[in-house]
């Protein structure tokens, strides 16, 4: 009874971005829970690589790969439509894709600028809005990907970080909204969780994440789906337009009397 509520809500879910990292593993978990998933990326073939794991795998839930860049509103469009029509509804939308590049502000051109501001908002958006219609349908729940970079800034990602605070001004700003006709949006604001996308970055892999610390360590792609599936599930079901931030100790709890 207890941990029945911490199933998904809803029988077919949206994951932007998850031909890896986060993306993939909340696909994952969420086929493992019986929902049927419909996961975009830019790459057919890296969502059908991420399809055919699932479709592999003894996970209830089906999965239906699209290619869908979600700054391109028709391809979001389509995307939504091509889920109402292979699974008769969309209950749950993840918005996760994301990108971002380290650079100086001065060294952040208006294209580099513009392209973070599309992928990470404007894309939270189109995929927010095109949903709109077949969510309030059910009683849908919106996770959205922020980063901890969006609430207290970060240094070189100035462009990232107002992307994503601008995710978690949506986020709660839609709940006062969409909370009326039975929606939820929440998100998540991660620290710094290992995956391809750090990998690139900065050389992390998760290989190097030892879970047994708390302490100033990466967190796992695992851990953020985690919060996922309990932003998704009637478990959260007094949690409207909260943004969650899995990111282990926080610097302000050090010690101050050392
Ligand atoms: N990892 C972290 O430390 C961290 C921390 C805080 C927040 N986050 C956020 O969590 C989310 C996932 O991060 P991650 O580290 O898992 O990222 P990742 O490994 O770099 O994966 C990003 C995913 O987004 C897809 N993508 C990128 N641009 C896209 C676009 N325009 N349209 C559709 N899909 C697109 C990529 O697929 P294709 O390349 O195939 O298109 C890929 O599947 C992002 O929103 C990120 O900002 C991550």
Request: charged share 20%; aromatic share 6%; proline share 3%.
């Amino acid at each position: 009874m207890t941990t029945e509520r911490f199933h998904v809500d809803g029988d077919t879910a949206v994951i932007t971005g998850a031909s890896s990292g986060i993306g993939r593993e909340i696909a994952t978990r969420f086929a493992a829970d019986g929902v049927d998933v419909v996961i975009c990326s830019r790459e057919q073939e890296n969502v059908d690589a991420v399809a055919e794991t699932i479709a592999e795998s003894d996970r209830p839930g089906e999965a239906l790969a699209v290619e869908c860049d979600v700054t391109d509103r028709e391809a979001v469009e389509a995307l939504i439509e091509a889920t109402v029509d292979e699974f008769g509804g969309l209950d749950v939308l993840v918005n996760n894709a994301g990108a971002s590049f380290m650079a100086n502000f001065e060294d952040i051109s208006p294209n580099g600028w513009q392209t973070i501001v599309d992928v990470n908002l404007t894309g939270t958006y189109h995929c927010t809005h095109a949903a709109a219609a077949h969510l309030k349908e059910g009683g849908g729940t919106v996770v959205n990907l922020a980063s901890v970079a969006g609430r207290q800034g970060a240094p070189y990602m100035s462009h990232y970080a107002a992307s994503k605070a601008g995710v978690v001004a949506l986020t709660s700003s839609l709940a006062f909204e969409w909370a009326s006709e039975g929606v939820r949006v929440n998100c998540i604001a991660p620290g710094f969780v290992a995956t391809e996308g750090v990998e690139a970055q900065m050389g992390i892999s998760a290989d190097d994440v030892d879970r047994e610390e708390v302490d100033r360590r990466m967190g796992t792609s695992e851990e953020i789906a985690d919060i996922a599936q309990f932003l998704a599930s009637p478990a959260s079901s007094y949690l409207v337009g909260q943004t969650l931030e899995p990111a282990g100790k926080p610097a302000i709890l050090e010690d101050p009397t050392v």
